[in-house]
């Protein structure tokens, strides 16, 4: 059980909106910020998204991050099938005195 | 360029000892936090543990606290995980990533290297 709640899938077809949902407490994503990677099978993961809304060079303007109280989202539009992949959200957790991550969600291009 | 690899992984068996090793190069490697991450078969992943510049603060998950043993060697460029008294479910990949300034996020990880945790 993460302490970082994601649903473990989402879809969307190519050119969609699709936007993945991370679900936390005050402990992390309620007082400290939220980061997204992206993994592909078999490769390691790559910041998407970083001070909650933050995206580092080279990566596109059509992944987006937003949070409100202790829930963060990443919005991809113009969905495209290099972009099915594995969303992490993360946050570091001043109860535990770590980084605490969602579970990840699955994202299938359609 | 900005370069992590990761070692030392293999076949363990249950309550044998591994330590990983993560070479870096590219960059200051003294003036950066660390951390390592890991991801079980199939799973999603767990941070395992993180070290500061000088080492001053570490930071264990509880799944690997007093097991598990972080340190870095700012000479060397490289950052270890001494892992002892390991289980069947300290098997994963573990990955090294590299903290950047001002809460930037983990942007540069290494390939990963395989633990196995098996009798």
């Known amino acids: 059980q993460s302490v970082l709640t994601q649903p473990p899938s989402a879809s969307g077809t190519p050119g969609q909106r699709v936007t993945i949902s991370c679900s936390g407490s005050?402990?992390?994503?309620?007082?400290?910020?939220v980061y997204w990677y992206q993994q592909l099978p078999g490769t390691a993961p790559k910041l998407l998204i970083y001070?909650?809304?933050q995206r580092p060079s080279g990566v596109p303007d059509r992944f987006s991050g937003s949070k409100s109280g202790t829930s963060a989202s990443l919005a991809i539009s113009g969905l495209r099938s290099e972009d099915e992949a594995d969303y992490y959200c993360?946050?570091?957790?001043?109860?535990?005195?770590?980084?605490?991550f969602g579970g990840g969600t699955k994202l299938t291009v359609l | 360029e900005v370069q992590l690899v990761e070692s030392g992984g293999g076949l363990v068996k249950p309550g044998g000892s591994l330590r990983l090793s993560c070479a870096a190069s590219?960059?200051?490697?003294?003036?950066?936090?660390m951390n390592w991450v890991r991801q079980a078969p199939g799973k999603g992943l767990e941070w395992v543990s993180s070290?500061?510049?000088?080492?001053?603060?570490?930071y264990y998950a509880d799944s690997v606290k007093g097991r598990f043993t972080i340190s870095r060697d700012n000479a060397k460029n490289s950052l270890y995980l001494q892992m002892n008294s390991l289980r069947a479910e300290d098997t994963a990949v573990y990955y090294c990533?590299?903290?950047?300034?001002?809460?930037?996020?983990?942007?540069?990880w290494g390939q990963g290297t395989l633990v196995t945790v098996s009798s």
């Open positions: 990533a590299r903290d950047e300034y001002y809460s930037s996020g983990w942007l540069y």
């Open positions: 590219g960059f200051t490697f003294s003036s950066y936090s």
């Open positions: 070290i500061s510049s000088s080492s001053s603060y570490i």
């Open positions: 005050s402990s992390n994503i309620g007082s400290n910020y």
């Open positions: 001070r909650n809304n």
């Open positions: 993360a946050a570091w957790d001043d109860s535990l005195s770590g980084q605490v």
